[in-house]
């Protein structure tokens, strides 16, 4: 039974290094499914758990959304498009040391920071841009 565990781990991490896309857990159960039936819904959630608490993948928090998941483990921030609600890698550097710059009057021990900003990619733009073209056309 161990073995079978490490070989579904193994490919839900396939799966998600393959995807290269921040899918989220039902995307990459929909993926997996297409070629291997036998593994469950709660098997790939499960794994993918296990994966982002070893550090194999990041799981990515996504406020009023699904959360995704990245092949990419070094810390970095994410956007959410509000258009398309895919999630995209934000080109800027990490700040280490955010967490000391917070003021913290609650007695708080913050140890670590994840940040997903919210906008509109580039092709929700143009969509938008032509919508409002027609509109005033």
Do not use: W
């Amino acid at each position: 039974m161990k073995n079978r565990n490490t070989l579904q781990r193994r490919l839900v991490l396939e799966t998600v290094r393959r995807m290269h896309n921040h899918p989220t857990a039902d995307e990459i159960f929909r993926e997996i499914a297409t070629e291997n039936t036998l593994i469950s819904k709660a098997t790939v959630y499960r794994n993918l758990k296990i994966l982002s608490e070893q550090g194999e993948i990041l799981h990515i928090p996504i406020p009023n959304g699904a959360d995704c998941f990245d092949f990419q483990t070094a810390p970095h921030y994410h956007m959410e498009c509000r258009g398309c609600e895919r999630v995209f890698d934000v080109d800027m550097p990490y700040q280490k040391d955010l967490e000391k710059k917070v003021l913290n009057r609650n007695g708080l021990l913050i140890e670590s920071h994840h940040i997903v900003f919210q906008g509109l990619c580039p092709h929700c733009q143009e969509q938008k841009a032509l919508e409002h073209q027609k509109k005033t056309g």
